[in-house]
């Protein structure tokens, strides 16, 4: 599925995967924030400050079995300190992490990494629901409305599980301090959402240490941001950087793809198949005699031994 990302994403990935990053000693930003608040921007700024990679919802797409099965295993409850240590510490030039599902799990992240900072990434929240909806919840919409969708995506990540499955399932889970799933808060509309948001941004600042926590948005640029982790402010601007261009881009290229493979297609064939039905029967005939007469050669030679 990541291949039906904008080129700028895929650039990104492909750019992180060329790039010699310093190796990291383990997690040392932990981004608290919702999706949709930021997160890429953070996520392109934190990469640029520590000359290291960022875990961002869009890297599970690109992964391996690992990045959806540990993501399931924090699910449940079974993923210990050591656990993250151990899937981080493969990920050596991991410095920081953002965006669900990382920031999902948060509390059990700054329990493996006491000394990592936290970053809350925030936005006004009466806007936050509108953002979500036109942008990664329309994928929900698109899987609701073509119940083909899902075939077409287990056709394509060939992972058991994969990506889309784990993000369903994270996104049923009641958050701390919270009343509802993300996927509630979506379906109950703007007010449902905009208690979502404030009860996420409650538990944040109840639970973790005001030391250890920034809250920001990306309007503030690089001066909160540096001045909290202790690194000097680039010389080039903060990152501005939207994921509504990929996520629409997306959504028309599995929508393109699923209409071609499950409704355009299959009557193409059928189409085909009457059209030249006289053509195709004498290839199957010839195939069958070629198969009869391999057959009788090779039991021949056997019944000769």
Not at 219 to 240: H, I, M, S
Request: proline share 5%; aromatic share 12%.
């Amino acid at each position: 599925m990541f291949h039906f990302f904008d080129t700028d994403h895929r650039q990104a990935l492909s750019k992180d995967k060329q790039t010699n990053y310093n190796q990291s000693e383990g997690i040392k930003v932990i981004g608290a924030g919702l999706p949709r608040t930021g997160t890429l921007s953070l996520k392109t700024a934190l990469t640029q400050l520590y000359s290291g990679k960022c875990y961002h919802g869009v890297d599970v797409f690109a992964g391996d079995q690992e990045d959806v099965d540990v993501w399931m295993k924090a699910a449940r409850r079974e993923m210990k300190p050591e656990d993250w240590r151990e899937y981080f510490g493969k990920k050596s030039t991991y410095v920081a992490g953002v965006d669900f599902p990382f920031s999902l799990f948060y509390k059990d992240i700054m329990a493996a990494y006491p000394d990592a900072k936290v970053v809350l990434s925030t936005r006004d929240s009466s806007t936050w629901f509108h953002s979500v909806y036109n942008s990664v919840y329309q994928i929900d919409i698109l899987m609701k409305d073509y119940p083909t969708i899902p075939l077409l995506l287990g056709m394509l990540d060939r992972r058991k599980p994969a990506a889309m499955e784990m993000f369903k399932i994270i996104g049923e889970i009641v958050p701390s301090g919270g009343e509802v799933c993300f996927r509630e808060a979506m379906e109950g509309g703007p007010n449902v959402a905009e208690k979502f948001f404030t009860d996420w941004e409650a538990e944040v600042r109840r639970s973790v240490p005001s030391d250890r926590l920034l809250v920001a948005s990306a309007k503030e640029g690089w001066a909160p941001l540096c001045k909290f982790v202790g690194l000097p402010a680039p010389e080039n601007d903060y990152p501005r950087v939207n994921d509504r261009a990929s996520i629409k881009m997306l959504l028309w290229n599995l929508w393109i793809i699923n209409g071609l493979v499950f409704y355009v297609l299959p009557p193409s064939i059928a189409v085909a198949g009457y059209v030249y039905r006289s053509e195709i029967a004498l290839v199957v005939q010839t195939l069958g005699q070629t198969v009869l007469a391999w057959k009788d050669l090779i039991m021949d030679k056997l019944f000769k031994q």
